[in-house]
């Protein structure tokens, strides 16, 4: 059983390096996905991402976990629950 963390964010969103600063703090590995990067807007919209920073936690590949906002205490509860 493996997880992954991936995080949305731009570079205008004022939340998303305080977000990632405090994420990257408690040890937790993660992918950034550029929002300002055009080849990453087709799989923001798939995914339904309508807001920054946004966290999709996946658990053996599989999407088990989104959410926006800088809660960086949310995100280590849902990897104690994974």
């Given amino acids: 059983m493996s997880f992954s963390v991936k995080i949305v964010s731009a570079s205008w969103c004022n ?3 305080p977000y990632k600063k405090a994420v990257d703090s408690l040890g937790i590995t993660f992918e950034n996905i550029d929002a300002d990067n055009e080849e990453n807007m087709s799989m923001l ?4 991402v309508r807001s920054l920073p ?3 936690v ?4 599989e999407l088990v976990k989104m959410f926006s906002g800088n809660k960086p205490q949310e995100l280590k509860d849902v990897i104690k629950e994974v």
Avoid at 58 to 61: N, P
């Fill in 54 to 56: 946004t966290t999709l």
């Fill in 45 to 48: 919209n798939e995914l339904g």
């Fill in 15 to 17: 939340q998303c390096n």
């Fill in 58 to 61: 996946y658990k053996d590949g």
